[in-house]
């Protein structure tokens, strides 16, 4: 029993063994079977440019320039509410001849057009009447005198016939009133009335035509709007955060794309107290006096000067590089390498010049004309 243990003892250990040499032999062969670890290559800065003539880029050294911030802001021109008169009607009718049109420049007692009423026919015969119950009254009451002259009659009766002609001159005062007010001329009696121009200016609105009805004022828009346009609003919406550049009575540089070289100034009259729920924005009144180029309706840029000045840099223009919808220049880092830098243009300056707000600082050498290197680069 003895020695079958011995025998069982010694083939374990003998299998032991082997089992442990076979683990090593396995890892050794994983370990050298494992794949080399990566290498890590860095891609070359897309923002440097070399180039193998470096002279042949001319340099120009950034000056400096000082200026307030500038604010644009799109306004839409719009008439000046104060020089708008409404043309009325007080006799309702109907239209029989239209003697001007929306866009017509009108003076001041021009024919507009002419209405047929019924109206006015109702006070030419109440105002015949009361012509005739005040000759009568007034016959009667000279007779009166005469017979209280000669004692035929009472002062009362006297009294009674002086307060009926009274109130007859009072009841032909009053149609002619009415006549007047309803348009109508009491010495040239006709049913038709001529509509005239209350001032001279430009019709801007008009909500009449050929053969319509013309209604009492209660539930009728005006017939015509006459906007005297030499003076117009302008109106645009400024953004809550740019309001601090805004101030009432200031000037505003206006530029229309109708007219790109010519500048207007325009006053800042009012800044709304509401802002726009929607898209936080206040509406900024300008007033500025048209020479004729200005339209209602016509989209502007005004631009409106901050107070604060600051000190920038500016370039020669074609040194900045407009490229994806950004502004570049190129500056020389030496080894015939150049550096693209992004920047912030401002505005356009007398010489050609080039207004720069950040990226650069006065004093700072830039390509001189930035296309030509960067189409040096692509090729």
């Keep these: 029993?003895?020695?079958?243990?011995?025998?069982?003892?010694?083939?374990?250990?003998?299998?032991?063994?082997?089992?442990?040499?076979?683990?090593?032999?396995?890892?050794?062969?994983?370990?050298?079977?494992?794949?080399?670890?990566?290498?890590?290559?860095?891609?070359?800065?897309?923002?440097?440019?070399?180039?193998?003539?470096?002279?042949?880029?001319?340099?120009?050294?950034?000056?400096?320039?000082?200026?307030?911030?500038?604010?644009?802001?799109?306004?839409?021109?719009?008439?000046?509410?104060?020089?708008?008169?409404?043309?009325?009607?007080?006799?309702?009718?109907?239209?029989?001849?239209?003697?001007?049109?929306?866009?017509?420049?009108?003076?001041?007692?021009?024919?507009?057009?002419?209405?047929?009423?019924?109206?006015v026919a109702q006070a030419f015969s109440d105002y015949r009447q009361a012509m005739a119950d005040e000759t009568l009254t007034r016959a009667q009451f000279e007779r009166a005198k005469v017979l209280f002259d000669k004692g035929a009659i009472a002062q009362r009766?006297?009294?009674?016939?002086?307060?009926?002609?009274?109130?007859?001159?009072?009841?032909?005062?009053?149609?002619?009133?009415?006549?007047?007010?309803?348009?109508?001329?009491?010495?040239?009696?006709?049913?038709?009335?001529?509509?005239?121009?209350?001032?001279?200016?430009?019709?801007?609105?008009?909500?009449?035509?050929?053969?319509?009805?013309?209604?009492?004022?209660?539930?009728?828009?005006?017939?015509?709007?006459?906007?005297?346009?030499?003076?117009?609003?302008?109106?645009?919406?400024?953004?809550?955060?740019?309001?601090?550049?805004?101030?009432?009575?200031e000037y505003a540089d206006i530029r229309m794309s109708a007219y790109p070289n010519l500048v207007r100034k325009a006053r800042i009259g009012n800044i709304s107290p509401i802002l726009d729920p929607s898209i936080r924005t206040a509406k900024v009144r300008l007033e500025v006096h048209n020479p004729g180029m200005l339209r209602l309706g016509m989209f502007v840029t005004a631009t409106f000067h901050g107070l604060d000045w600051a000190r920038h840099a500016k370039v020669p223009a074609t040194a900045v590089l407009h490229l994806h919808d950004r502004d570049w220049v190129y500056a020389p880092i030496g080894g015939g390498q150049f550096r693209r830098l992004e920047v912030v243009?401002?505005?356009?300056?007398?010489?050609?010049?080039q207004e720069i707000v950040s990226g650069i600082g006065p004093g700072q050498q830039v390509v001189a004309n930035a296309l030509v290197l960067q189409n040096t680069v692509e090729r």
Aim: charged fraction near 20%.
């Design 157 to 249: 009766d006297l009294e009674v016939a002086q307060d009926a002609a009274t109130k007859a001159a009072v009841t032909v005062e009053t149609a002619r009133t009415r006549l007047r007010l309803l348009g109508a001329d009491a010495d040239h009696p006709s049913a038709l009335i001529d509509i005239y121009a209350p001032a001279s200016g430009v019709i801007t609105e008009q909500n009449v035509t050929a053969a319509s009805g013309v209604k009492t004022l209660d539930n009728s828009p005006n017939l015509f709007t006459i906007s005297d346009l030499s003076k117009v609003w302008i109106m645009c919406d400024v953004y809550e955060n740019d309001l601090r550049y805004v101030h009432i009575g």
């Design 345 to 353: 243009a401002g505005n356009m300056l007398p010489g050609n010049m």
């Design 1 to 119: 029993m003895n020695r079958n243990l011995f025998v069982e003892t010694i083939v374990c250990a003998v299998f032991a063994l082997a089992l442990a040499g076979c683990g090593g032999r396995v890892s050794a062969n994983s370990a050298a079977e494992a794949p080399p670890p990566a290498t890590v290559e860095r891609a070359p800065d897309s923002s440097i440019a070399k180039v193998s003539h470096p002279e042949r880029f001319p340099l120009a050294a950034a000056e400096e320039h000082v200026s307030a911030p500038d604010l644009r802001a799109t306004g839409v021109v719009s008439p000046d509410v104060s020089r708008s008169i409404p043309v009325i009607s007080l006799a309702s009718g109907r239209v029989v001849d239209i003697r001007a049109r929306i866009g017509d420049s009108v003076t001041k007692g021009q024919l507009l057009m002419r209405v047929q009423s019924s109206e």
